[in-house]
């Protein structure tokens, strides 16, 4: 069973201040991993997507992906209080139609 | 450029009846796939369609069916609704090199009571 592990939160962080949010996953096949943002009672948006080891930027998002450890996350600088959602980790499922594989979210507050 | 559009966008039904949500891709995209989520869960993957045939399906029971027309959108049919059928549909579309860039629509809420 391919899963995809994220803490629920709820995170609550001060405006200004460094987000970051983790995940897992079980299944070493997996290469690539995406990001997705879901404001209240709206759908999934991407924000980002890592395939390499390593870290990717972009304007105040940065992923980080380490495959050994089967680790992702995602850094949120200089937090607004519209950052304020849910974001979704996923995993790409690359057997078959490249479905996504997402966990239950972590739901960020970032306070003013 | 119109993104991805979902109807109806709430639906009230009772247990047993079916119900038929509706989906139009992303102008370019060809590939469609729909998502249950959950309150408080993630999306889940149902099916995806491609060149009107499904090519993929998730842990759902048969109850769950689709189609997709010649113009890429596509439909998703519940049959015989249970409580737990409850959720937000998501429609997401992509391109034909399905790289897990989604595209979603804004869902169809469906409250089965």
């Known amino acids: 069973q391919k899963e995809v592990e994220q803490n629920s939160g709820p995170l609550s962080v001060p405006e200004g201040a460094i987000a970051s949010l983790n995940c897992t996953y079980s299944?070493?096949?997996?290469?690539?991993f995406f990001w997705y943002r879901q404001y209240s009672g709206k759908s999934p948006e991407l924000i980002m997507f890592?395939?390499?080891?390593g870290d990717k930027e972009d304007g105040r998002f940065t992923a980080q992906l380490n495959k050994a450890s089967q680790y992702v996350s995602l850094l949120i600088r200089d937090s607004q209080p519209s950052d304020s959602a849910t974001y979704l980790c996923?995993?790409?499922?690359?057997?078959?139609?490249?479905?996504?594989?997402f966990g239950t979210g972590t739901r960020l507050t970032v306070i003013p | 450029d119109a993104g991805v559009t979902q109807s109806p966008t709430h639906l009230i039904k009772t247990r047993g009846q079916q119900v038929t949500l509706r989906c139009s891709p992303k102008?370019?995209?060809?590939?469609v796939s729909w998502y249950q989520q959950a309150l408080g869960q993630g999306p889940q993957f149902i099916f995806q369609?491609?060149?009107?045939?499904?090519?993929q399906r998730g842990n759902f029971p048969d109850r769950f069916s689709g189609h997709q027309f010649p113009n890429y959108s596509s439909e998703l049919n519940v049959n015989a609704l249970l409580l737990g059928d409850s959720a937000l549909y998501l429609c997401?579309?992509?391109?034909?090199?399905?790289?897990?860039?989604?595209?979603f629509g804004e869902g169809s809420r469906l409250t089965v009571l």
């Open positions: 997401a579309s992509s391109g034909t090199l399905n790289t897990g860039e989604l595209f």
């Open positions: 299944d070493r096949g997996s290469q690539s």
């Open positions: 890592i395939y390499s080891n």
């Open positions: 996923a995993a790409l499922d690359q057997t078959g139609a490249n479905n996504l594989f």
């Open positions: 102008s370019g995209h060809d590939t």
């Open positions: 369609y491609y060149e009107e045939e499904e090519r």
